[in-house]
């Protein structure tokens, strides 16, 4: 079922992404097209770098002056 959780956050920052250009374009540009596709990237990336952790993968030494 996480897979419809994850549909869900990224249709929820589409909306957002989608709300902004309204208020800065207005309907006549947020109806086209290219501005379409550009928000639905936008939002796809927005979601996919939100999954990613924060924490560092693995444990990294700082460098010794040796």
Same mark, same amino acid.
């Given at each position: 079922m996480q897979h419809h959780g994850d549909d869900a956050a990224r249709l929820a920052v589409l909306e957002e992404l989608r709300r902004s250009a309204l208020s800065v374009y207005g309907e006549e540009r947020c !109806?086209? @097209?290219?501005?379409?596709? %550009?928000?639905?990237?936008? %939002? @796809? !990336?927005?979601?996919?770098?939100?999954?990613?952790?924060?924490?560092?993968?693995g444990y990294d030494p700082l460098p010794t002056d040796a």
């Open positions: !109806a086209e @097209t290219s501005l379409q596709i %550009a928000l639905g990237l936008a %939002a @796809t !990336a927005i979601w996919r770098v939100s999954q990613e952790p924060l924490d560092p993968l």
